[in-house]
């Protein structure tokens, strides 16, 4: 009989039909995957509809023995997940902000900074008043890349105009109507927190009689298969999402031997990839 | 609970479907079982529906559609979501399958790991997990089913509420060891072991069943589903049936020739499409190139070096994007040969191979086909690409299942 393999618990809270629409989780999984395989650990990702079935999954694992290590995503500042993990004892990581870890090991992208890089992106372009279709406010990397919107638009004499969706589809053409009826004015550009809000947003401008990139630049954070073959073909806030899984898995390994590690493990930069949606 | 194990009434064809089984039908004596199949896929292709548009749509009576749905309520496959106006002025409630009470189960035997899923009956995933395992290593039934028990216990979903498991696997090369044959003859023993249905079926075909499943394609599609992978298999759905052939091969995409004097094929053939499209050809041909070998990260993994390449190529590294488009075309050139063969009109692309770079795949083979698609003049072919195309497989062997369970008819007995 062969030895039971380690086991890695990752959870997503959020609709199983958002998952399928999400190419980030499934590229980051495939990083994790392409560290841990060959280390003989595997993967389990459970997805469950709200915040407490992940607490009851964490309770669940730990009791049960069920896993020997998790990766945290989604964090909230002050997030109570972090204290549950250590009370129960499973060495953990934090995909995020260390602000968020209390001294967990982290895999850190640097939100702030990219998102004052999408801004300057259309700041020189010209844009003055620009849109920021973002994520749920709860999470920190959303707060952050809001907050770095906000610096580089106010350092710039940019105005910023924003509106909070839940990253699907249908969210993403509701929050770009707030946006685009905004009393501080009609952006000439909007940039979005993923891929499929920005999808949505495509619809919406066009509903509204407006073409893209001429009246309305997009800009997509998360580029996939989907940003590629929009019409236009959508710019895209581009991330190597599979080598921050990779970073993910050699951190949760590491955590698993030594559970003390407070390691922060960068992340490499995002960059935009221009393609037919900004002039 | 009735009787909707996959094991018992799987085996029937279209025609049996109109003779009730009577037993676990008892109360439905006007309208058998390839009724309530019937509505269950009317059901979930329309997503949300009235019974009255279920009775245009369906030619079953009223009556019939009553107590049909009435059965499907109570066994927590269908449920009532709200109502719409009507122009009669009476508020008319809609229907939908309800996603979250039975599960499916799918384990995809790949290389070097074994992915299992767990889907709702939308085919939403709830759970999956990739369990390393050796090379081409067929697991005996008793490691099977204790992976089978692990990972359900991990997602704590009930026994009972789980309709079956499907395993599947790349149909193997002509005179390799024969994973099919192992698969099936595995079958009773796991079935005895973890108490609930197993089916077996081959990982492109199951893709397709998936792709169907959860993106509410209408039985009345002809459709067709291309796995892109480190081999290339294809799957058919016709009329809401996944088409099986006569064992385990059908839709062996990758063994369509595409040069007759082609490059040799392990298979016997010359210029399968295989041998230039896959993955592993386009890996291949990367690292031919001296330039992007300097450039990206081709000497690890074969998966890590199409994902590199992948990558550059759709961040605009030019002979990154050339390699690509290559494999696409020759993938072309296949693709028409199946779509002509069988007078496709929608067909969607999955596999690993179309995670990062399906963009340009599902480009070129627009292009191509619209221009040498047979019947681009009388109907159009829809070419769209996968939501969740790295477990495509996966998630299409839980749909199986899924199938079999609330929709059965079509879904064969898997060659007991």
Known sequence: ???????????????????GEEPFYHEFIEGLERVLTPAGVSLLVKVVTDRAAETATYEQWAERKQVAGVMLVDL????????????LGIPAVVLGDPSTADGLPTVWTDDAGFARDAVRFLAERGHTVVGHVS???LFAHTQLRREGAETEAGERGLT???????????????????????????????????????????????????????????????????CQLAVPA???????????????????????????????????????VERESTT | MKDRRPGTVTAESGEQERRPIGMARRETPAAGPGSRALIVDVVR?????????????????????????????ADGIIHEIGSTGSTSGRPRKLIAIDPANRFGVGFHLGPDTLTCVAIDLTGGVVGREVVPRGPRDIWPADLLARRFDDFTACLDLPRGRIEGLAVVAPAPVPGQPDTATTLSLLRAELTDRIGV????????AAAALGEFWSRRVSRDQTFGCVYLSTGIGAGLVFGGALHRGAGFDAGELGHVSISYDGRPCPCGNLGCVEQYASTSATVR??????????????????????????????????????????????????????????????????GPGVALAGSIYARRLRTHLSRTAHARHRHSLAVELSAQPRDAAGIGAAALVVQAAIAPGHTPGAAA
């Open chain 1, 1 to 19: 009989m062969s030895q039971e393999p380690q086991r890695v618990g990752l959870v997503l809270a959020r609709a199983s039909q958002v998952l």
């Open chain 1, 76 to 87: 909230s500042p002050d997030d109570e997940r972090v204290p549950l993990v250590r009370r």
């Open chain 1, 135 to 137: 994520g749920p406010l």
């Open chain 1, 160 to 226: 910023l105009v924003t509106a909070e969706g839940d990253y699907s589809q249908e969210s993403g053409r509701q929050a770009t109507a707030r946006v685009l009826s905004h009393a501080a004015g009609r952006p000439t550009a909007i940039v979005y927190d993923n891929d499929m809000m920005a999808l949505g947003g495509l619809d919406t401008i066009r509903d509204r009689g407006l073409r893209v990139p001429a009246d309305v630049s997009v800009v997509a954070w998360d580029d996939s298969a989907q």
């Open chain 1, 234 to 272: 959508l710019s895209a806030m581009s991330h190597d999402v599979g080598r921050i899984g990779e970073l993910g898995g050699g951190a949760i390994l590491d955590a698993m031997r030594d559970a003390a590690a407070a390691t922060v493990y960068e992340a490499p930069k995002a960059q935009i």
């Open chain 2, 45 to 73: 292709s329309a997503v949300t529906i009235s019974r009255g548009e279920l009775a245009d749509k369906t030619g079953l009576t009223q009556p019939s559609i009553s107590i049909i749905v009435r059965d499907l309520i």
């Open chain 2, 197 to 204: 249905p197993v089916l077996v079926e081959n990982d492109a």
């Open chain 2, 285 to 350: 041909a990367a690292r031919e190139d001296p330039g992007l070998r300097a450039r990206l990260p081709l000497d690890g993994s074969e998966s890590s070096a199409y994902d590199a390449i992948a990558r550059a190529a759709v961040n605009g590294d030019p002979a990154a994007y050339a390699v690509l488009d290559q494999a696409a075309v020759f993938l072309s050139m296949a693709a028409t040969s199946m779509v002509n063969l069988l007078d496709l009109g929608r067909l969607v692309l999955t």
